[in-house]
């Protein structure tokens, strides 16, 4: 059985990034180290850094000593709390989620009516909106706008699709004069969909592995689907079963942003063992 | 037989303005003055004007003494270079074409890559153009756009429909990174359109009256016979044939911007003769 795996499968720059300070800051702390909120969207890394001494908390305390920034971001407000506190900040925020917070910011001072395209509950927009000030408004598609001023600015959460961002645009410039576009979305996310999907084109099976609360994971194994292919969405390589390759040909694989190298590899390694 | 009236038929804002600034002008200066070019496409208008003194020249040479520019305006370069002349300049550059020249000057201040929607041989976009420096790139849609830069600034032809603008956006914003829009399209085409096409479906025959030279005036044709009504499109009430209106109930009468209320007035006279 032939194994295609999609080149940006797995950890993109952000994450890989955020997962190596939070192992370094582990040996650094002796393992005393918080992430505010899950580190990443993945139960196994998740696992692996709570072996590690680093933990998930809800809420930060005094007994916290080292506080990780995940990928996502915090807002403006949490930030400047912490800054008070005898907190160490390790500040994982992903870079570009960081340029998303900024340029919010600057529209905010420059005075445009912000609109914000994502997730209104989604911890990066929640951190990006607090940056763009309370009247910024958060909407996941045209329809949620408000009644536009003449300055439109726009910023968006990091892994929108462009199609979302070009709908946005095409019903804002019906009636603003002004619009200012901070295009915030990383391509790593597009990419992956797109190498996933070519893939998903040539081959009799798609594995998908990925935490199943990772929302780009889960859009990955959707668009699979809709593509017609057969397609197992895994966690781990624990779950894979010898009766999904019976008389299988090739089998593509790929994985969501969050998840690391290891598994992966594991998954590669059971599947040769598989299939016709 | 019952006559129906676009309500936005006729003269805009900046051509009425225009219009009235030239016959003042004409009046204060004895007639001799000049526009660059035909002030409006209208030859009826054209022609009112020459009688009272106001005569369109292709270039200004030491005779002309008044120089009237027209709604379109002129370029940035031949504004500076008439300043230097010994001549009146009776400046009837529409207000609307004017911010547009303005946007682009930002614009190219700002350091962003500017495209121009439009029509590139328009006297207007030439104008704007000369405002928005050498590197700035006209395009009437999205297939001749260039390799984009990060930053991508736009700014319109006021004459162009909102959907032109919608298309090109949803190019530009796949590889831009930052988009600065002037949406510096002037409602009172569009709405002249909007207006018009409602009117066509509701009558027997449409009648479009406007210069044949005039783009915004063919535009309303087109638009009607598009609908799937009999459409005429005529400069003068002369035109008019009884024929066109036997057993005809309802015609709808709309004209383009550059055409004047005494010759919408004169074929309206002579339409009340007309029908079953």
Known sequence: MEIRIVKSAGFCFGVKRA???????AEE?????CTYGPIIHNPQVVEKLKAAGVAPVDEIDSNVKNI???THGISYELHEDLKTKNINIIDATCPFVKKAQQYAKLLK???YQI???GDEKHPEVVGIRSYAGQEAIVVKDPQQLPRLKTRVGVVVQTTQPV???QRLLSEIIKTARELKVYNTICNSTANRLKETEALAKE???MLVIGGRNSANTNQLARRCEAIGVKTYHIESAEELAPEWFRGV???GVTAGASTPDWIIKEVIEKLKGFGS
Not at 19 to 25: G, I, L, P, W
Not at 29 to 33: D, I, L, S
């Open 68 to 70: 990780l920034i995940r």
């Open 115 to 117: 609109i914000i395209l």
């Open 203 to 205: 081959v009799d099976v």
């Open 249 to 251: 040909k090739v089998v």
């Open 19 to 25: 997962v190596d300070m939070a192992f370094k800051a």
């Open 163 to 165: 199609e979302a961002l």
């Open 29 to 33: 702390n002796k393992g005393q180290v």
């Open 109 to 111: 001072q420059e005075g």
